[in-house]
């Protein structure tokens, strides 16, 4: 625990001026990101007395070891920065919203010659128009089903695209009427680009147009007797008016808005927000964040708008945002909000009418997902809590490990050995810390060098960026705002753990005692019979097979497995899609895709003359000695055999550029690296 005073700014030193600031640990890592109208007045707040604190910010500078900042001309230039830096950083005391999963998206990919309608999710894509948040999947696709009636707009994948025009046949939709079929040109391009906006002007909101037009053609076609076109067209009108009931008016005048409502306690805040457009509720989607400093209602509020919109622009920014409490001051973020927008923004609390209303809807949504949270998370904070205890208690730790790294190797009989380094804090994954190791040290198949060589070159690694940070020297850190962040190896686990037993184990405490690291502890899981292995002992660990302790290495175990399987797979299928061309010079895939269309098989040309591969349209005589040269130093490729039935099989560079044969692509070939797999 640090003394903030260590690491005070000296009188006068603080500028008296907008800005933002980063609070560093002793690793260097950002732990805190703020930003302030005036510096020196803020950061004095956090070098009063201890006691005077709130303890969660109490714990935020005592963690601290180092404070920076940097100054802006406004506070909107403070707003964006500040927006930026927790995003790049992930400050651990900052307020961080979980979203608990990722909201699907009704999208029309009105980027393509034809658009496409389809659920989408993830991060947005320009030239989309984007319709949402919906709380599932399912709700997008009854609504674009009762749509797909009247706006018949094309929902299938390029694949099916490209097959329906070779083939000259449509899908499904297209005979059943929910498809135009642009793809068999039923409709021209322009036509079905027509269709794609007229659907998204529906689901903008300017629905009355549509009813009425549809409306008056049944009646034309009632008039000159035309019964099945008028009932069709009946049909068409029954749909979309369904379609609008699942979107009930909530706001007159056709209002564009988003309200966001908050529920709070000591602890937690959740929030929750309601996307109306064209006066009816669209979307809605909630987060849930721990307060892990103190913090107002309209600072909540500010970090949910910065969520909200600080990678929109244009329309996705609404023009009229209803919030419980405005952030102090309110004017830069309503003027953040307008220059994200391009016009003017609406930051304001609805006081009577319609709007406070909903208000009071979304409030009682936000307390609802608050209570759910809350009764989830106790159970899942306890769990997590005791497993990390049993493991302290097992191995002898002085505190519960709060950071694991757990370390795996993986190869197909000593080809492709590569490791993984997986990572655990506070019992979650943290999958930005993942690593991936080439084991470059030597040859073959090796469990217990291989580790020795990846935790050697981990903690090497840590050591090197350990002293980069300037964290042995007596003066101050050097470090210039571009190479400030923190490293990929400079923050230390308090517990190893190796897939293995006793000879992984101990390779791995000779990897740090070579190194003179003696603070962190190691331990190995072995599979047979699930037993922790220290090092130095001749006896393993037992924990009881209900221990929660053990539950948790097992789970961080199968992570690290998994990780390094998937590198090792993706390494061996790189090599198997390798051939000689790939060496040649200046040889691009549209050169390689023609010499082997022109000889049919990478064996055959691998037979042909010079003159012959000239023949090749776009390769000269160099290029082609290039390529003889190339085949000539390679090594033969082994015949390919049938592990079914014994079989040598001729034809084993037959097919596409870089492909070994069919036999490692059967499922039998498979079997010994998922065998492989389990054993490593």
């Known amino acids: 625990m640090a003394d903030p005073s260590s690491y005070r700014p000296r009188p006068g030193q603080i ?41 969660r910010t109490r714990s935020m500078v005592t963690t601290a070891a180092s404070v920076e900042w940097t100054v802006v001309s406004t506070e909107v230039e403070a707003l964006q920065l500040e927006y930026s830096w927790i995003k790049e950083y992930d400050p651990r005391f900052n307020v961080k919203y979980r979203d608990d999963k990722s909201y699907p998206y009704l999208a029309v990919t009105m980027n393509e010659e034809y658009p496409r309608v389809q659920v989408m999710r993830g991060h947005k894509k320009k030239g989309v128009r984007y319709f949402g948040p919906y709380a599932h999947a399912w709700a997008i696709r009854d609504t674009v089903d009762l749509l797909l009636r009247v706006f018949p707009v094309r929902t299938c994948s390029a694949g099916v695209f490209k097959n329906a025009a070779r083939t000259g046949r449509p899908c499904l939709l297209g005979y059943i009427g929910k498809c135009s079929a642009p793809c068999v040109s039923r409709v021209s391009a322009e036509e079905h680009r027509e269709l794609a906006e007229e659907f998204c002007d529906f689901m903008t909101g300017r629905t009355g147009t549509y009813l009425r037009r549809l409306e008056k053609q049944m009646m034309e076609a009632a008039d000159e007797m035309e019964y099945e076109r008028a009932a069709r067209l009946r049909d068409d009108i029954e749909a979309l008016k369904k379609a609008m009931e699942k979107n009930a008016v909530v706001l007159a005048d056709a209002t564009d808005a988003d309200l966001i409502a908050v529920a709070e306690d000591e602890l937690e805040a959740a929030v929750q927000i309601f996307h109306v457009r064209g006066g009816r509720v669209r979307g809605q989607r909630g987060w849930v964040t721990d307060k892990v400093e103190e913090i107002t209602t309209g600072a909540l509020v500010e970090h949910a708008l910065q969520q909200l919109y600080g990678e929109e622009t244009g329309d996705a920014v609404p023009k009229e945002v209803l919030v419980p409490a405005l952030p102090e001051p309110v004017e830069p973020v309503q003027e953040w909000l307008t220059e994200r927008r391009g016009s003017n923004v609406s930051l304001r609390i609805p006081q009577r009418g319609d709007k406070k209303a909903l208000m009071e809807t979304v409030e009682r949504n936000a307390q609802q997902a608050l209570v759910l949270h809350k009764t989830k998370r106790a159970s899942d904070l306890t769990t997590r809590s005791r497993a990390l205890e049993e493991i302290a208690d097992a191995l002898d730790l002085d505190s519960a490990p709060l950071r694991i790294e757990c370390y795996d190797i993986s190869h197909l009989q000593g ?109 190995g899981l072995a599979k047979r019979l699930e037993e922790v292995w220290l090092p130095d002992e001749g006896d393993p660990v037992v924990l009881p097979r209900t221990s929660e302790g053990l539950y948790l290495l ?15 797979r993706t390494k061996r299928a790189k090599r198997f899609r390798s051939s000689p061309l790939d060496d040649v010079p200046g040889l691009g895939e549209t050169r390689k895709q023609a010499l082997i269309k022109h000889f049919g098989s990478v064996k055959r040309l691998r037979s042909a ?50 492909t070994t044969g069919s036999p490692q692509e059967s499922p039998t070939a498979d079997a010994p690296e998922e065998r492989r797999g389990q054993e490593t």
């Open 15 to 55: 500028p008296d001026t907008p800005g933002v600031y980063r609070f560093r640990d002793e690793h260097r890592r950002v732990i805190y990101v703020g930003k302030a109208k005036s510096l020196r007045q803020r950061l004095a707040n956090y070098f009063q007395d201890l006691a005077g604190l709130h303890p």
């Open 415 to 523: 080809d492709d050995v590569v490791a993984s380094m997986v990572v655990f804090e506070d019992g979650l994954q943290r999958k930005s810390e993942y690593r991936r190791f080439q084991i470059k040290g030597f040859e073959g198949q090796d469990d217990v060098r291989s580790m020795h060589e990846v935790i050697t070159r981990r903690f090497r690694r840590y050591l090197a960026e350990k002293e980069k940070t300037g964290e042995w020297t007596d003066g101050e850190n050097a470090l210039t705002e571009e190479d400030g962040r923190p490293r990929k190896f400079a923050y230390p686990p308090q517990l190893v753990v190796v897939d293995g037993g006793q000879p992984q184990v101990a390779a791995a405490r000779k990897a740090l005692d070579e190194l003179g690291i003696d603070d962190i502890a190691v331990c």
């Open 554 to 568: 097992q789970r961080v175990r199968d992570e690290a497995h998994r990780f390094a399987i998937t590198y090792q």
């Open 609 to 658: 003359t010079i003159d012959q591969i000239c023949e090749v349209p776009g390769i000269g005589r160099k290029t082609a000695e290039t390529i003889a040269v190339a085949f000539a130093q390679a090594a033969p490729a082994a015949p390919a055999v049938n592990t079914a039935t014994g079989e040598i099989m001729d034809d084993v560079e037959d097919g596409a550029p870089g």
